[in-house]
């Protein structure tokens, strides 16, 4: 791998209200050989909005020519030039356009950095008012109704909070299949037009989400969908798994490690109970 001296920064924008947009965003505009923008007529926007003037040859960056594209921005890499990532709105190659850059510059062996912005995904979560110690980023599921509902089934047991975006037409099928798949009382937040003037949280049930959904919705919309709740084990359960495993050859106290690490129960108790039911 041949080092070289471009440097690829990938720039996270403001997500509704260009005031959160730091100093050093503009810094980075500035100094940029080029930019490659998700939408040229969005990013001429941003800048006015900066009160900054981009003098550096802006091209676009989308999904629809990101895999053509990519190679003619890898070279001016290689030649040494400063290329700027910016998309319409958060951090590029999170459910943005950007990730097949990355992954050239890193084979290139261009420096790699990042201008961190304001995320939707953690603002979701901050102010869902559900458990943020554990989540995972699903993003877009797919648009087609069988595609969706199978993956929502293979997260039903998902034990971290979920972030899911969704486009405001398909809120109210996508809100109907999580309440068939995850249950319909499960706990959920919609986040509408985070950061922006109008921005809303409604907070329920899925399938009363559902139905709110169903009367219109518009914007940008990031769903967060609680953690699947954790399954009670029955004590006789774990006592006969303990007896069973010891029936075996296994020795008591790895048999009841072995199950409480498997149930979630306390180790001490767990040992307590078999010894006195032994």
Known sequence: ???????????????????????????????????????????????????????APVVSYFDGNEASRTPTLTQHLADGERVVLVTDAGMPSVSDPGYRLVVAAIELGVE?????????????????????????????????????????????????????FEAPHRLEAFLTDAAQALGAERTAAVCRELTKTYQEVKRGGLAALASWAAEGVRGEITVVIAPAPEEQTDPDDALAQVAALVASGTKMSAAVRQVAAATGLDRTELYNQAVAKK
């Open 1 to 55: 791998m041949n080092e070289t001296s471009g440097v690829l920064v990938l720039a996270g924008t403001p997500i509704g209200n260009v005031a959160d947009a730091s100093p050093a965003l503009a810094r980075a505009l500035l100094a940029a050989d080029r930019v490659a923008a998700e939408d040229t007529r969005r990013f001429r926007q941003l800048c006015d909005r900066l009160g900054i003037e981009v003098t």
């Open 112 to 164: 790699i950095t990042a201008v961190p912005g304001p995320s939707a995904v953690t603002t979701a979560l901050a102010v869902s008012g559900l458990p943020v110690d554990r989540f995972c980023f699903e993003g877009f599921l797919p648009r087609k109704p069988g595609p969706r509902r199978r993956r929502l089934e293979e997260l039903a047991t998902e034990p971290r909070t979920m972030v899911f």
